[in-house]
């Protein structure tokens, strides 16, 4: 599919998709459970961001920042709900609990930070939501925490029209 991130391991094989990168790096640490029903939250929200959090937030920073909106009005109301309604339940499941899957920091975190700390440059509204901003400031202070935001505008290919309607 041309996606990025690429993982290539050491031994030549290559693995696609975030959040199975993720999951692959997490295996043996703390940062994905051994185990039972905390592995399965893990992987519950990681399937959240990825049906959530990536089809909404994510899809819609991107064409703000790029100056894709326009290109893709119709589908905007629908991306807007659905992001919405994705910070309000992370919102409220982190009213629960320190870390989206439980007590300890897990990659189900990291994955969910990345697009959630940054919908506000998609015009989502984060004033509100309490529970999620005092979680971003615990993302923040995670040893080895690195919060540079890599713009778009890097990508030479950032600003250029779709080759296909999403």
Request: net charge negative.
């Amino acid at each position: 599919m041309g996606t990025v991130p690429l993982l290539e391991t050491d031994s030549g094989e290559y693995l696609a998709e975030s959040n199975a990168i993720l999951a692959f790096l997490a295996e043996g640490t703390p940062y994905m459970p051994a185990d039972g029903m905390p592995r399965a939250q893990v992987t519950r929200w990681l399937m959240f961001e990825q049906r959530y959090i990536q089809t909404s937030i994510s899809r819609l920073r991107y064409w703000t920042l790029t100056g894709k909106l326009g290109e893709f009005a119709r589908e905007v109301a629908t991306a807007r709900a659905l992001g919405n309604r994705a910070l309000d339940v992370l919102d409220g499941e982190l009213g629960k609990r320190p870390f989206i899957a439980g007590d300890s920091y897990t990659i189900a975190d990291i994955s969910i930070f990345a697009y959630s700390h940054v919908a506000a440059d998609a015009e989502f509204d984060l004033s509100a939501r309490a529970n999620l901003t005092a979680w971003f400031d615990r993302v923040r202070a995670e040893p080895g925490f690195k919060g540079e935001v890599v713009p778009y505008s890097t990508d030479p290919y950032s600003a250029q029209k779709l080759p296909f309607a999403v």
